[in-house]
């Protein structure tokens, strides 16, 4: 398997433009200043951290400070711009958009017109006018799973190289100041008036701050080939979901995520020399975390060090993870940690955590865990080590992948399970389930039915499996209906009427979050946005259990209307549904129909044109052509797609016309399944573009002798 | 406990756990034991907020425990 290191990094931080800034930074910490874009006067809390920003009232603020961190890191790895073509992004964001409240979060405002440029108000946005302009045509995702959305993103990268879909990937994470995240926050009283203090007795919350960073991954012999200097290996990485409530983490539901990125990286407990802590100076956040790294890095205690970077830069929400590991790359480098700010001598009833306060001290600073956690319970840890350390050899078998049912949880329709194994097997009796809380929204009820539907068919070997696996969900729309609910109450009540419950349940991931508390799913959870996105999450479920690290993934998509606040005219309805796919490795079974192939296509007008979609589809054909196509060509401009269907004239295929919303585009895979185990063609692949969006192609076949 | 804030409190208290329809609050029950938890109580902070036009403080809450210390901290408050 492919050894992925670290060649570059940049960013724009709190305490100015680029990594030295910001590596100097951690050294002092900053004032406080007020918030630009809104008053304070109604709040108890008055001070933010900004980023320094050329134009801090550019609608494309995100965009902007993304740009400025990538162009760093790619400076320092030596890539001109439009240099590696095959290089792709994964963008982290929670918050991209939403700068433009009145044009994002107002569900009154009028309709766009087709012309209208969309990419300022998705969170998508900053990755998409990014993959363009850089010439970044390889894998493309964007994640958003609330404060641990950028080391989320730095898995799925990782995994993108070690699969050998591409030699080179960025990294990036953006988030902005907004004023409902900051009422979200202030509501839930996790803002400070002071500094932001982890682990220590004076702690009394953080400080809100904002920025952007990058880090360049390589796969290691590519680096070598074009003389690029490693900087820090990227060992491994691991993630676990807390299964229980969605804003008070469980130090269980962490060190789950600390033991799965360990064991990952082939590294034991005893080696790990830093950790750097998510440590939001919250005290259900601290309390759980200092358990969690007891309890899992208790051996290593004489040589551990903790530190934690948002005692000087605040909390930067989904990037918090990526600046820390820039933070953790340039330790490495410097060998010099950056200090935990304004420890006390009296530490509160957490645990006792070794907290490095002495900057001149000269400790090891690898390997290093970088650790964050989201709302919802999401965990999401890196391994990160020096560039020479010698990473253990692991062999890749890719193993073949099948999709055993699915369940389709509709608003009007009720659930219904598609099964596609059809030689019957384990069929058992439903599992015991937690109830879902009643003032769970829509989207969150649909998935968790779907969900619970899908475990009682797997039986209960198999959902016991699945469950510690995880679930990867995608979603175009998110919760959004709690962030028009926030807008209102801000716009109409001031601030500080804006209800914690709604903050709460804002994140894109907490329906994944709440079904699996309801269904005790245990494993990584993760949330792709985007049109295709339940497609990404399918894709990305196949390429985990077929290297082996899964026995089975749950897959799913989920929308509903409420929460598609804006759109353009002529844009296709979206159901009010969840759509949920059961992924595992494919046993001997005659018949069974499997996953032989994907292909992803980036959102640029390079990567999603008719050559390369044709592309695509030959190579997925292989020396045998699938005997349908079925295609949804919606990301394509008129003149691509006629060009593409032209070329397909002469086989079967199909136009596809999915509706909007994640879960539509996953049900045109399982239409596609359900023709296959009827008997219908032996071999199809589904292709799934839409506007905005990467593309995505799957290619399944019925084997054996049926 | 004759005047209008506990009332006030308890009506809020009730929006806030369904399990509690229908029952009289007494001042000495401790809102965790409501069926209120930890985020369900900052949305009652919230409310209770807004309803007395008031903006209480971190530190004043960690001291509240029981429905009538919520009210008694909505009384002191409110005479400032």
Not at chain 1, 639 to 660: G, I, K, Q, S
Request: charge should be negative.
């Amino acid at each position: 398997m492919a050894h992925v290191v670290i060649t570059g990094m940049g960013c724009v931080s709190p305490f100015g433009d680029g990594v030295d800034a910001f590596v100097a930074g951690l050294q002092t910490g900053r004032a406080a200043e007020p918030p630009r874009g809104f008053d304070v006067a109604d709040y108890r809390i008055k001070g933010v951290y900004h980023a320094r920003a050329t134009d801090p009232d550019s609608r494309e603020l995100p965009l902007e400070l993304a740009e400025s961190a990538l162009s760093e890191a790619f400076r320092q790895a030596g890539v001109a711009r439009g240099e590696e073509r095959s290089c792709g992004l994964a963008l982290a964001s929670t918050s991209a958009g939403w700068h433009l409240p009145n044009e994002t979060l107002d569900p009154a405002r009028p309709l766009l017109r087709g012309d209208a440029d969309v990419t300022v108000l998705l969170k998508e946005g900053p990755g998409l006018a990014l993959a363009e302009r850089w010439g970044l045509d390889g894998p493309h995702c964007t994640v958003s799973s609330a404060c641990a959305s950028s080391t989320g993103a730095l898995a799925w990268a990782t995994e993108r190289i070690r699969d050998g879909q591409t030699p080179m990937m960025v990294v990036g994470a953006v988030d902005v100041l907004t004023e409902v995240v900051f009422a979200g926050f202030h509501s839930m009283r996790l803002l400070t008036s002071g500094e932001t203090r982890p682990f220590t007795a004076g702690r009394s919350g953080f400080v809100l701050a904002e920025g952007a960073a990058f880090l360049v991954l390589e796969e290691a012999e590519h680096a070598r080939s074009r003389g690029a200097r490693p900087l820090a290996l990227m060992a491994g990485w691991g993630g676990s979901s807390d299964a229980a409530h969605i804003t008070t983490p469980t130090g269980e539901g962490i060190a789950r995520s600390l033991r799965d990125a360990l064991a990952d990286s082939g590294r034991k407990p005893a080696e790990v020399r830093v950790y750097h802590a998510h440590g939001t100076a919250s005290a259900a956040s601290d309390t759980a975390e200092a358990e969690a790294v007891t309890e899992v890095l208790a051996p290593g205690e004489e040589t551990l060090r903790v530190t934690a970077t948002k005692s000087a830069v605040g909390h930067t929400e989904g990037a918090a993870g990526l600046f820390t590991a820039v933070a953790a790359v340039a330790a490495i480098g410097l060998r010099r940690l950056p200090p935990v700010l304004g420890v006390d001598d009296a530490q509160p009833a957490t645990p006792r955590l070794p907290l490095h306060t002495a900057p001149a001290e000269d400790v090891q600073t690898s390997p290093a865990l970088v650790h964050a956690s989201g709302f919802g319970g999401a965990n999401c840890t890196v391994l990160l080590d020096a560039p020479d350390t010698a990473a253990p050899v692991r062999h890749r078998h890719a193993r073949p992948v099948t999709v055993r049912l699915a369940v389709r949880a509709d608003a009007h329709d009720g659930v219904r399970l598609i099964p596609f194994d059809r030689s019957g097997g384990e069929a058992e009796a439903g599992a015991d389930v937690a109830p879902q809380a009643a003032s769970s929204g829509r989207v969150s009820r649909l998935l968790s039915r779907a969900v619970g539907a899908a475990l009682d068919a797997a039986g209960p070997r198999r959902s016991a499996a699945v469950r510690e696996s995880g679930l990867l969900t995608g979603t175009a729309f998110g919760v959004q209906e709690h962030h028009a609910r926030m807008h209102e109450a801000i716009r109409s009540r001031g601030g500080r009427s804006v209800d914690p419950l709604d903050f709460a349940r804002s994140t894109f991931n907490v329906p994944v979050a709440e079904c699996a508390a309801a269904h005790r799913v245990r494993g990584r959870t993760e949330t792709h946005v985007g049109p295709t996105s339940g497609a990404e999450a399918l894709v990305s479920a196949v390429g985990l259990v077929e290297g082996g690290r899964h026995p089975a993934l749950l897959v799913a998509g989920y929308d509903a209307p409420e929460n598609r606040l804006w759109h353009v005219e002529g844009d296709a309805p979206v159901p009010a549904r969840a759509t949920v796919l059961l992924v595992e490795a494919a046993g001997e079974r005659p018949g069974a129909v499997q996953v032989t192939g994907h292909r992803r296509l980036a959102p640029t007008s390079r990567a999603l044109t008719a050559p390369a979609v044709l592309r695509a589809v030959e190579e997925l054909d292989g020396d045998e052509p699938a005997e349908e196509v079925w295609a949804d060509l919606a990301g394509l401009p008129a003149p691509e797609r006629a060009a593409v269907y032209e070329a397909l004239c002469d086989r079967r295929h199909r136009p596809m016309n999915a509706n909007a919303g994640a879960a539509a585009v996953l049900d045109i895979h399982v239409a596609a399944l359900t023709q296959l185990t009827d008997g219908g063609p032996r071999s199809l692949t589904v292709l799934s573009t839409a506007a905005h969006a990467p593309g995505v192609a799957v290619r399944y076949e019925r084997g054996g002798h049926d | 406990m004759t005047d209008s804030v506990f009332p006030a409190v308890c009506e809020l208290v009730h929006k806030h756990s369904a399990e509690l329809a229908g029952r009289e609050l007494e001042p000495d029950e401790r809102i965790v034991d409501l069926g209120i938890d930890s985020l369900e109580r900052l949305s009652l902070v919230v409310d209770i907020e807004n309803r007395f036009g008031l903006m209480i403080d971190d530190a004043d809450l960690s001291d509240v425990h029981t429905v009538g210390e919520l009210a008694g901290l909505v009384r002191l408050q409110s005479a400032k």
